[in-house]
C-alpha cells in the first residue's frame, strides 16, 4: 500500500483534514485500476438523481432538454421537482411534458446509439419535494415522495455512487440524511452518506451549507453562496452562457449560447427541440452539474480536479466571502482557475474558463444530438472513436522523450480527423516551466497523430516530479463537428 501510495502522490487531498483520509483510501484503488488499466471505469455508466426547481427559471426545462439527448450515458434514477419562487411551487407537470415529448423521439435517438431509456422508465422516475423552502423542509413530519424515494435509490443494491445534481435548493437531499440519521445507525449513515456525490449550483436556500456541515465527509461539489450576495457571480458554472449576466466575463465565443443560436440548432428540430424555451437571462445554468458524468473521454467524475466540460474543481476549505450565507467548516469541491487562450485573443486566469474553454465542443455537441431526434443515421453527424496507441498512465523521468499516438483513431461517419494535443497543466501537479524562458511544455507535432514531448530538466519551482495531464482532442469534420478526447498522465518520477 505504501508504494501504491507514493506512485499516485498527486491525490494532494489526503493530506488536508484527517476526515479525508477515508475517502481518499477508499478511493485510492479506485484510482489506480483506472490509470492502469485504461478508462473501462470511468465508461460505466454514472447512477443520477437530479433535483429541479423546474418551473421557475426556464434554465431549469432547457437543461432538463439537453440531459434527456444525453439520457443513454447514465442510468437516471429520479427526476425530483423541488420548490421555487416565493409560492414555494412545486410543479412536476414540466417533467412530464418534456419526457412525453423525448417519448416522441427516444426510438430515433436509437438510430444513432443505443441504451436510451424509455418514457415509461423515465416517468417512472419522477417526483416531487414538498413546498417548503430550505431548512423550513427539513425536520420531523417533512418527509416527501422525493426524499424517501432518494433514500430507496441510495439503498440499492449497486456498487456504483450515486450523483445527485442540485439545479434549485437541496432540501430534498437534506431531508433524506436527516431521516437516514435519525433512523440507523453511525456506520449505516457513513456507509449511506458514502454512496453519494452531489454537484450544486450554489446555494439557493440554507439546506445546502447545512448539509455541508452536518455531514462533513459527503463528496459535494459547490462554488459558496447566493444570487441575493452576488454569488452567481463568482460560481464556476455560470460559465455555461453567462457571459453578458451575472458572471459578466469574457473571453468565451458568446454567439454560441445566443438564442439565435438556439434557434437554429435546438428549437428548429422536432417536439423535443420545440419545448426548449428562450431564455430570460442566461442559457442551462444548471447543465454543468452533469457534464462531467458524460463519457467524452475527458472527465472522471470522481476527479473533479481533472477538470471537464463540467468545470475544474479542487478540495479546500474556502475563507468565508459576504455571499457565504455562513462560512464553510470543511473541505468542498470548489472554485479553482485555469489559463485559458480565449475567443477575443487574450489570455484570462479564472474559474469562468476551465468551462467556457470547451464550449464550441459542448455545444456542437448538443446540435448533433438534436439532429438525432429527426434525422436518419445518414444524414447526421456522429462523434469520432479515438484510440490511443500506448498506456493512458506512463511513467517518465526528466530528459525523457515521450511518443505520443493515436493513429488507431476512426470516425464512425468516414469524416476527416483533426488531431490536437495539449498539455492540461493546471490538472497536474507538476510545474511547468523552463526556468530559462518560461516557456510551458512544447508538443511537438500536436496537431498531428503522432506527436512528441521531451519532459524538461530545468525548473523555475521545484518539484521537478509530479503529474502532467496531456489531453488528445480528435475532431471530425462533420457537420456539426464533434470532438471526442484521451487523457494521458505522466507521472514524471526521479
Not at 139 to 158: A, T
Not at 358 to 369: E, I, K, L, V
Request: proline content about 5%; hydrophobic content about 35%; glycine content about 8%.
Amino acid at each position: 500500500m505504501e508504494k501504491l501510495i507514493a506512485k499516485l502522490h498527486y491525490l494532494q487531498f489526503f493530506t488536508i483534514k484527517k476526515h479525508t483520509i477515508q475517502y481518499t483510501f477508499k478511493n485510492l484503488l479506485f484510482v489506480f485500476i483506472a490509470l492502469t488499466a485504461g478508462s473501462s471505469i470511468a465508461q460505466e455508466k454514472n447512477r443520477l438523481v437530479v433535483l429541479t426547481d423546474i418551473g421557475g427559471d426556464p434554465d431549469d426545462q432547457m437543461s432538463m432538454i439537453r440531459l434527456l439527448t444525453y439520457a443513454n450515458q447514465f442510468d437516471i434514477e429520479g427526476l425530483i421537482a423541488t420548490p421555487y419562487g416565493s409560492e414555494n411551487a412545486v410543479e412536476k407537470v414540466y417533467l412530464h411534458k418534456i419526457v412525453n415529448a423525448y417519448g416522441k423521439i427516444q426510438n430515433n435517438l436509437e438510430i444513432h446509439e443505443k441504451g436510451y431509456p424509455s418514457e415509461t422508465q423515465l416517468s417512472a422516475s419522477i417526483s416531487e419535494g414538498i413546498p417548503f423552502r430550505g431548512m423550513d423542509g427539513v425536520g420531523e413530519g417533512k418527509d416527501s415522495p422525493g426524499s424517501n424515494q432518494l433514500i430507496q435509490v441510495v439503498d440499492k443494491e449497486d456498487k456504483r455512487p450515486l450523483w445527485v445534481t442540485v439545479w434549485g435548493g437541496p432540501n430534498v437531499l437534506a431531508q433524506a440524511l436527516w431521516k437516514v440519521r435519525m433512523t440507523r445507525s453511525a456506520s449505516e449513515v457513513a456507509k449511506f452518506v458514502a454512496k453519494l456525490r452531489v454537484y450544486a449550483i450554489s446555494d439557493q436556500d440554507n439546506s445546502g451549507p447545512w448539509i455541508r456541515k452536518e455531514f462533513p465527509n459527503l463528496f459535494y461539489i459547490v462554488t459558496p453562496g447566493v444570487n441575493a450576495g452576488g454569488g452567481f457571480h463568482h460560481a464556476t458554472w455560470i460559465a455555461i452562457g453567462g457571459d453578458k449576466f451575472h458572471g459578466r466575463f469574457d473571453g468565451a465565443d458568446f454567439s454560441l449560447v445566443t438564442n439565435e443560436w438556439l434557434d437554429k440548432n435546438v428549437r428548429s428540430k422536432g417536439p423535443l427541440g420545440a419545448m426548449y424555451p428562450h431564455w430570460k437571462f442566461m442559457m442551462e445554468g444548471d447543465t454543468p452539474s452533469f457534464f462531467n458524468l458524460i463519457n467524452n473521454g475527458l472527465s472522471n467524475p470522481e476527479r473533479p480536479d481533472w477538470g471537464g466540460w463540467g468545470g475544474r474543481y479542487e478540495l479546500y476549505t474556502p475563507k468565508n466571502e459576504k455571499w457565504f450565507l455562513e462560512p464553510e467548516t470543511r473541505p468542498i469541491w470548489t472554485n479553482v482557475q485555469d489559463e485559458v487562450f480565449g475567443f477575443d485573443g487574450e489570455w484570462h486566469t479564472t474559474n469562468h474558463a476551465t468551462i467556457w474553454r470547451w464550449r464550441s465542443a459542448y455545444q456542437n455537441d448538443f446540435a448533433a444530438r438534436m439532429d438525432w431526434t429527426i434525422k436518419s443515421y445518414n444524414e447526421a453527424n456522429h462523434p469520432p472513436v479515438v484510440q490511443l496507441d500506448h498506456p493512458e498512465y506512463i511513467i517518465a523521468k526528466p530528459g525523457d522523450r515521450i511518443e505520443l499516438s493515436a493513429t488507431s483513431s476512426t470516425d464512425p461517419d468516414g469524416d476527416a480527423l483533426s488531431f490536437e494535443w495539449f498539455c492540461y497543466e493546471e490538472a497536474g501537479t507538476r510545474a511547468m516551466s523552463n526556468s530559462n524562458t518560461g516557456i510551458k511544455h512544447n508538443i511537438n507535432s500536436y496537431d498531428q497523430s503522432k506527436a512528441w514531448l521531451k519532459i524538461k530538466r530545468s525548473r523555475v519551482m521545484a518539484p521537478g516530479t509530479g503529474t502532467m495531464h496531456i489531453i488528445l482532442a480528435v475532431t471530425d469534420h462533420g457537420t456539426p463537428r464533434l470532438t471526442r478526447y484521451k487523457r494521458i498522465i505522466i507521472d514524471v518520477q526521479k
